[in-house]
């Protein structure tokens, strides 16, 4: 299959970055690539799914990389993922052997191993320079569970309709659950034995990178946890404190000690992003020296530096995200061809092991087990969102009134740069806007 008909069929079948970005797939195909990398790497502390998901579904995953890579022409075809997810390497193994280029890369108990970029250079040794694509270095990064989408589209044309969710925390029944599009993070609460706390505080995503949500936001194609945690909890606590007292506190507090810089993940391979100095300079109201307001484009967004690095209790990421913000809503673009420096000598005694993350964020506690039910569970009604990726929207095909069957396309992909969305369900359409298509079961 050529890079054309496989990118249509990931288009057509909305596959997305599932492992939170949301790139749609088929973008991603490259002639240029000689590499390939299935991230399983679990950045996240808490999350479980990707690699219960290799572990369940390895031979479909490793046909659909198989598929992606000879249709890119790639030679090689690593599965990046950490050594204790024993039963997911084992899983791998069985499903890959006789596969020609295919090898396991073990990656480092490290945050944060799944940043792709960081990933491509602790599987192959390449740098991704500062602003490009991983592509520039010829290689291609896939996430598990995209991959497994990608494989029920090439072999059955079947659309993304369902998404595996960890939903840990405060629940009395830990868990990871395979659910229809559109469900809402109430019910998948209640399905994990609902809260074990009063006023519980929704969070949607990993820890580092997630966000306070709400019971009443659904499941999108880039969901991959619901946290239930307490108000007091230290994660809860930083994304409740305001941008203006962010920096009124990083203006009095700030004692340029240098350790936001010091274990900066994207600092340490060289790339030219420092907290530090731009700490420095956003909290002095320093104007003339603007190259650290630039270099804020190339801030991950880890968040080490707000949630781990800084003994102060100050937010480096948040500053940034917003100065990032605001220098996009003006016009303003990354900087091309920027230098990147060599990758620091003393990265490997600087970087951050996930038993200490785990520990600083006060999360030990709901460090446990999250056992899978690959059973799909049954919903009474969804809320397909039309923009589930990076990209255009989709555009809403149905009207109310219409019946659909899972898999029929609710959203087609748009011209620019986006995917179709599907139903997740059988039922009829109850509601249709520009951002959403409500289903209601038969």
Do not use: W
């Not at 890119?72 to 791998?92: F, L, R, S």
């Not at 230290?234 to 000690?257: E, F, G, H, W």
């Not at 748009?414 to 359409?429: N, Q």
């Amino acid at each position: 299959m050529d890079i054309k008909a496989l990118g249509d069929i990931l288009r057509q079948a909305g596959v997305v970055g599932a492992g939170g970005a949301g790139f749609p797939s088929y973008a991603k195909l490259n002639s240029a690539a000689d590499t390939v990398i299935l991230n399983c790497a679990e950045c996240e502390p808490l999350l479980k799914l990707h690699r219960q998901v290799l572990e369940y579904h390895a031979e479909e995953i490793v046909f659909a990389l198989d598929e992606v890579a000879k249709a890119m022409g790639a030679e090689n075809v690593i599965i990046a993922i950490k050594p204790h997810y024993k039963q997911a390497i084992k899983a791998a193994k069985a499903a890959m052997e006789g596969k020609k280029g295919f090898s396991i890369g073990l990656l480092p108990e490290i945050y944060p191993a799944g940043d792709e970029v960081i990933t491509i250079y602790e599987t192959t040794g390449r740098v991704v320079p500062a602003g490009q694509l991983p592509i520039s270095v010829g290689c291609v990064v896939y996430n598990v569970e995209t991959m497994l989408n990608a494989a029920n589209a090439i072999r059955e044309a079947k659309g993304v309709t369902f998404k595996y969710v960890t939903i840990a925390g405060e629940v009395k029944n830990p868990c990871t659950l395979k659910v229809p599009l559109g469900m809402t993070y109430g019910e998948l609460v209640e399905l994990a034995g609902g809260a074990t706390i009063e006023n519980p505080v929704i969070f949607a995503g990993g820890p580092m990178t997630g966000f306070i949500s709400s019971k009443n936001d659904v499941v999108t194609k880039t969901s991959n946890a619901i946290l239930v945690l307490p108000e007091s909890q230290y994660i809860i606590q930083k994304r409740m404190s305001p941008v203006t007292i962010d920096l009124k506190r990083a203006m009095s507090a700030c004692c340029n000690c240098m350790m936001c810089t010091d274990l900066c993940s994207r600092n340490l391979l060289g790339h030219p992003i420092d907290p530090a100095k731009f700490m420095r300079n956003i909290t002095g109201g320093v104007t003339k020296d603007t190259e650290p307001y630039i270099n804020s484009f190339f801030c991950s967004s880890c968040g080490l530096c707000e949630l781990y690095s800084c003994f102060q209790n100050l937010n480096p990421r948040t500053l940034l995200a917003q100065t990032k913000d605001g220098l996009r809503k003006a016009g303003i673009t990354p900087p091309k061809d920027i230098e990147t420096a060599q990758v620091h000598k003393h990265r490997e005694f600087r970087t951050v092991p996930i038993s200490k993350l785990v520990s600083r964020l006060g999360l030990k506690k709901y460090d446990v087990e999250c056992p899978i039910d690959d059973s799909l569970v049954k919903a009474d009604k969804v809320k397909i969102m039309l923009s589930q990726s990076i990209g255009a929207p989709s555009v809403a095909c149905v009207k109310k009134g219409d019946a659909v069957k899972v898999g029929d396309v609710v959203g087609e992909a748009p011209e620019k740069l986006g995917t179709a969305v599907h139903a997740s369900i059988d039922g009829v359409v109850m509601e249709v806007s520009d951002k959403y298509v409500i289903i209601a079961a038969k």
